[in-house]
């Protein structure tokens, strides 16, 4: 397999990018290391957020805990319902997790309903839990979706603009292949390429710009669970064009639709009709 990973208009090509690394004779996946590094940072984020607004940091390195397991066993769960052709004759590649295969907003899912019965248990603000909580996700899936990169996964189909990413066609998954790509493939050296967008970069670039306004709409939020709010309807709103660019979505069965571009739409415009509903009644009660 040809390991070399290009972006031609910028003038980057790296030659030789694995997918693991060797250690004591046992082979990491890059992509483990990279989503492991994005849950550490993610988790001091939320813990210094915790201590700048006077909570108790260990809370959320509890909340961590059962948050981290059973976000990517939610992520999981969602990638292989809706890939389910990819695992229903071989069902226990679905705990192969080496290779990719998380959604994030199954990972979401499954955080929010933790993060409802940790609050219920423990007595806390479910909102004023998420509001903290949240700036960890956001940098974890800033740094998370690096992975991608090096799975040569969760890219887009073809394109020859600037931010054009050329990948050998024998290092990433036939299915992900499509037919615009092939009638674009270049050989070089006789070695075939495809060209795509690197939709793992555009959204890892789009997830700093709503953490950085996370932190600035912070210091303005008029009540609790806003910042939350506020990362739903950004993220969404990025994820929704996003996806509609990539070769790899899941797809609702029966209908064809995107199911991660539908909840992302409909995420967005929930969250904004509930901050701008929630932002108005907390104006009037002041008047």
């Known amino acids: 397999m040809t390991t070399s990973i290009s972006f031609p208009h910028l003038g980057i090509t790296l030659k030789n990018v694995g997918h693991s690394i060797s250690v004591f004779g046992f082979e990491i996946a890059y992509y483990g290391i990279i989503i492991g590094i994005g849950v550490i940072a993610g988790i001091l984020m939320a813990v210094n957020e915790a201590k700048r607004t006077g909570q108790d940091p260990e809370t959320y390195y509890d909340l961590a805990i059962y948050a981290v397991i059973f976000s990517i066993i939610g992520a999981r769960i969602y990638y292989v319902i809706f890939s389910w052709d990819k695992y229903k004759d071989h069902l226990l590649s679905i705990f192969n997790i080496r290779e990719g295969g998380l959604a994030i907003y199954g990972g979401v899912i499954a955080a929010v309903i933790v993060v409802l019965v940790f609050a219920r248990v423990k007595k806390l603000s479910f909102w004023k839990l998420t509001d903290t ?9 800033i740094i998370g979706r690096w992975g991608n990169f090096f799975n040569r996964e969760a890219f887009g189909d073809y394109t020859d603009g600037l931010f054009a990413m050329r990948l050998p066609l024998d290092a990433v998954r036939s299915s992900d292949v499509t037919e615009k790509l092939m009638e674009h493939l270049e050989v070089i050296d ?10 793992f970069l555009y959204e890892s670039l789009w997830n700093l710009g709503v953490l950085l306004l996370l932190l600035w709409w912070r210091k303005h939020k008029k009540f609790e669970g806003e910042v939350f709010l506020m990362y739903l309807f950004g993220y969404g709103v990025g994820r929704f064009w996003i996806e509609g660019l990539r070769t790899d979505q899941l797809l609702l069965p029966g209908i064809g639709l995107p199911v991660s571009q539908l909840l992302a739409a409909v995420l967005a415009v929930v969250s904004a009709s509930l901050i701008i509903v929630t932002r108005n009644r907390k104006r009037k009660s002041s008047e």
């Not at 909580?133 to 899936?141: M, P, R």
């Open 190 to 199: 006789g070695i075939s390429y495809i060209q795509v967008h690197p939709t």
């Open 133 to 141: 909580a949240v700036l960890g996700l956001v940098l974890g899936q």
